[in-house]
C-alpha cells in the first residue's frame, strides 16, 4: 500500500501483511511525526507513487493511544550527566574496535540489529553520540535509514548528536564528504584500529565548532 503523509507529503510503502485487515492502523511520519491513518486492507488506496523512502522508515501502532510500553524502551536509567551511544553496526570486528573506545570515554552503549530498532531507540532517547555504518541494515549506502532520519531532525535536536559514519568509500576526517552526508565524522574502515584518536579529536574539534554558540544559548 502506498502511503503520504498529509502533513509534508513524504511518501513510503508498506507491506500489506503488516496492516490489519478489519480496523484502521497509525503510524507516525518518519520526517515530521504526524500521524497517519491508513485504512483497512482493501479500502482504496491513495495514488501510487514511487516510495523514496524504505519502509523500516517508520513505525505504526494499532491502537490510536499512545499508551506506555516498557517493552519499548531500551533503557530507562541512566547515571545522572551520564552520555549516551547507539552503535549501528553488525560487522563483530569493527564492533571490537568500537566499543571499547566508547566505554573507556563513558558512554552507556545501545547496540541494535537494524533499521526499525535503531528509530525506536531514537524515538525514546536523544543520544550523545551515534555510530552508524553507512551499509547498516541496506544494501544501498544512499538510503541507510538511520542516516536519512538523522539528516532530517530538527536542527535543535540534531546539534547536540555527534554522528560517526563507518564507511569504506571515503577518507578519514573527510570533511566535505561528512558535511555531503550530513554527519560529524568520517571514519575509514581502514583506520578503525586508530578509532580512539580519531574520535577524540572529532569530539574535541565539535565541541569548539559549538562552544560559543551554546555559551550564547546559556
Known amino acids: 500500500m502506498e502511503i503520504i503523509c498529509e502533513s509534508c507529503q513524504s511518501k513510503f510503502r508498506i507491506a500489506d501483511e503488516k496492516l490489519p485487515k478489519d480496523k484502521t492502523a497509525f503510524l507516525k511520519c518518519p520526517k515530521c511525526s ?17 516510495p523514496d ?34 552503535l549501528c553496526e553488525l560487522d563483530p570486528a569493527i564492533k571490537k574496535a568500537l566499543v571499547p573506545v566508547l566505554e573507556v570515554l563513558e558512554y552507556h552503549i545501545t547496540e541494535v540489529k537494524n533499521s526499525r530498532e535503531a528509530l525506536k531507540s531514537m524515538r525514546y532517547h536523544s543520544y550523545d553520540l551515534i555510530a552508524v555504518n553507512e551499509f547498516f541494515d541496506t544494501k544501498n549506502p544512499d538510503a541507510n535509514g ?5 539528516e532530517r531532525l530538527n536542527m535543535v535536536v540534531r546539534r547536540n548528536i555527534f554522528v560517526v559514519m563507518v564507511t ?51
Not at 504526524?34 to 485504512?39: A, L, N
Not at 523500516?56 to 524502551?73: G, H, L, N, R
Not at 564528504?177 to 568520517?186: D, E, G, P, T, W
Open 53 to 86: 523512502i524504505e519502509e523500516d522508515f517508520f513505525s505504526f501502532d494499532e491502537d490510536e493511544d499512545d499508551s506506555y510500553d516498557a517493552t519499548e524502551k531500551p533503557f530507562d536509567f541512566v547515571e545522572e550527566e551520564g552520555k549516551t551511544a547507539l
Open 146 to 150: 538511520v542516516l536519512i532520519y538523522l
Open 34 to 50: 504526524h500521524r497517519i491513518s491508513v485504512p483497512p486492507v482493501g479500502s482504496p488506496p491513495p495514488p501510487a507513487s514511487e
Open 168 to 218: 569504506n568509500r571515503f577518507r578519514t576526517m573527510d570533511h566535505m564528504a561528512a558535511f555531503q552526508k550530513s554527519v560529524n565524522m568520517i571514519i575509514n574502515v581502514d583506520n578503525i584500529i586508530d578509532f580512539d584518536k580519531i574520535l577524540r579529536r572529532g569530539l574535541a574539534d565539535f565541541g569548539l565548532f559549538y562552544q560559543t554558540y551554546k555559551d550564547c544559548l546559556e
